[in-house]
C-alpha cells in the first residue's frame, strides 16, 4: 500500500513539473519590463536572442541582427559551431507588412513569408538590477 501511494505521489510530481514548461522568451519579457533597455543603435548585433514562438510553447536560439533606422533588416541564427547563417534578409515584416521596430529591446513580433513567428531580444542592452542595500544585524545585548 505504502509502495504504490508513494509511486503515485511520485508520478503526479512528475508529471506537473513536466507540464510547467519553461517559456524562454516570458522570462526575458519579464526582466526587461522590470528593468528596462538601453537605445538599439543602428548596427550589427551580435549577441541576441530569437524567440520562436509556435502555438503555446517558445524556444529561443542565439543570433546576431542588423538594425538600419532604428528597424531590423536582417537576422541571422548561430550554429553550435559559433558560425551564423542568414535566415532572413530585406522579408522582415511584421504583421502590418511594415518593417518590425523595437521598443524596450525588443522588436514586435515578425513574420516570416512561411508564416513563422518570432521575436529578437537584445540581451546585451538590458539594464543592470538596481541595487539592493545591505542590511545589518543588531547586536542581540540591546
Not at 516570458?26 to 543603435?41: N, Q
Not at 548596427?43 to 536560439?61: A, L, P, Q, Y
Amino acid at each position: 500500500m505504502k509502495k504504490s501511494l508513494l509511486f503515485s505521489l511520485t508520478l503526479l510530481l512528475s508529471i506537473s513539473a513536466f507540464s510547467q514548461s519553461d517559456d524562454c522568451f516570458k522570462k526575458l519579457e519579464e526582466a526587461f519590463t522590470k528593468r528596462g533597455s538601453y537605445t538599439i543603435a543602428d548596427d550589427m548585433h551580435r549577441n541576441v536572442i530569437i524567440s520562436f514562438f509556435e502555438g503555446e510553447n517558445t524556444s529561443c536560439v542565439s543570433g546576431k541582427v542588423r538594425v538600419e533606422n532604428g528597424v531590423i533588416v536582417s537576422v541571422f541564427l548561430q550554429y553550435k559551431d559559433d558560425t551564423y547563417e542568414l535566415y532572413m534578409d530585406k522579408n522582415v515584416y511584421n504583421a502590418k507588412k511594415q518593417p518590425p521596430t523595437i521598443s524596450n529591446g525588443i522588436s514586435e513580433m515578425i513574420i516570416t513569408p512561411t508564416g513563422e513567428k518570432f521575436k529578437v531580444v537584445f540581451i546585451d542592452k538590458l539594464k543592470p538590477k538596481a541595487k539592493s542595500y545591505k542590511t545589518v544585524q543588531l547586536p542581540e545585548d540591546l
